[in-house]
């Protein structure tokens, strides 16, 4: 099974992405779309085999958590934004862990 169809993987890719972006934030909102995050991860086949099933895997993803109010969604352009302030429960979770597993865990949560 390629790692582009496996969905543990895709999460796994979108809390690195969210993790590595809140560490390395200087300011109190991070904005994305699903390439540049998923650019951000440490996941080199998922980056090197960037298919448009899995910008609709990372999409579902980035939407539950905008449905359960951790991220915001700007979508009057274009192109669909999400924004992750230091407001959220997720940023703060990201900022306090060493590693990315814990929001590995609550994206495994809240999506499955």
Do not use: Q
């Given at each position: 099974?390629?790692?582009?169809?496996?969905?543990?993987n895709v999460e796994k890719a979108v809390a690195e992405a969210l993790w590595?972006?809140?560490?390395?934030?200087?300011?109190?909102?991070?904005?994305?779309?699903?390439?540049?995050?998923?650019?951000?991860?440490?996941?080199?086949?998922?980056?090197?085999?960037?298919?448009?099933?899995?910008?609709?895997?990372?999409?579902?993803?980035?939407?539950?958590?905008?449905?359960?109010?951790?991220?915001?969604?700007?979508?009057?352009?274009?192109?669909?934004?999400?924004?992750?302030?230091?407001?959220?429960?997720?940023?703060?979770?990201?900022?306090?862990?060493?590693?990315?597993?814990?929001?590995?865990?609550?994206?495994?949560?809240?999506?499955?």
């Amino acid at each position: 099974m390629t790692s582009y169809t496996d969905f543990t993987n895709v999460e796994k890719a979108v809390a690195e992405a969210l993790w590595n972006v809140v560490k390395e934030s200087r300011g109190s909102c991070v904005s994305f779309i699903p390439k540049t995050l998923l650019e951000r991860s440490n996941n080199n086949s998922l980056k090197n085999n960037m298919l448009p099933v899995v910008f609709t895997l990372v999409k579902h993803i980035l939407d539950v958590l905008t449905s359960r109010g951790l991220l915001e969604k700007d979508d009057s352009r274009s192109v669909i934004r999400y924004k992750l302030c230091k407001t959220s429960e997720l940023w703060a979770l990201c900022k306090e862990s060493d590693n990315p597993d814990k929001v590995e865990k609550l994206i495994r949560d809240l999506v499955e």
